[in-house]
Nanobody, 124 residues
Framework: QVQLVESGGGLVQAGGSLRLSCAAS????????MGWFRQAPGKEREFVAG????????RYADSVKGRFTVNRDNAKNTVYLQMNSLKAEDSATYYC?????????????????WGQGTQVTVSS
């Protein structure tokens, strides 16, 4: 059974950085894509970044390009989201998601497995 566990959220000042982690377990993820989504209160869940587990393809939402970086550590079965130059509008619950695919999808409905989420709050 696939399990995804996020960590690394917290409170940070605008302009600061956080690194989120998503520990994946339950199977081999070599043919999976991993996505990061976020959801603020009263808003729909939106795509932030995604990566093929192979690491040879990644995608970013326009709102985070140049500030966020997604990567993975195969040895630790963990995907990371490095978030720099954080803004108040980045505040949300961040979720890790996964599905068997070679295409990095940007819609949440395309993902099968989800973590429980980790809260990120950016104070202005």
């Amino acid at each position: 059974q696939v399990q995804l566990v996020e960590s690394g959220g917290g409170l940070v000042q605008a302009g600061g950085s956080l690194r989120l982690s998503c520990a994946a377990s339950g199977r081999s993820f070599s043919n999976y894509i991993m996505g990061w989504f976020r959801q603020a209160p009263g808003k729909e869940r939106e795509f932030v970044a995604g990566i093929r587990w192979s690491g040879d393809s990644s995608r970013y939402a326009d709102s985070v390009k140049g500030r966020f970086t997604v990567n993975r550590d195969n040895a630790k079965n963990t995907v990371y989201l490095q978030m720099n130059s954080l803004k108040a509008e980045d505040s949300a619950t961040y979720y890790c998601a996964a599905r068997l695919s070679t295409v990095v999808y940007v819609i949440p409905q395309a993902y099968v497995h989800w973590g429980q989420g980790t809260q990120v709050t950016v104070s202005s």
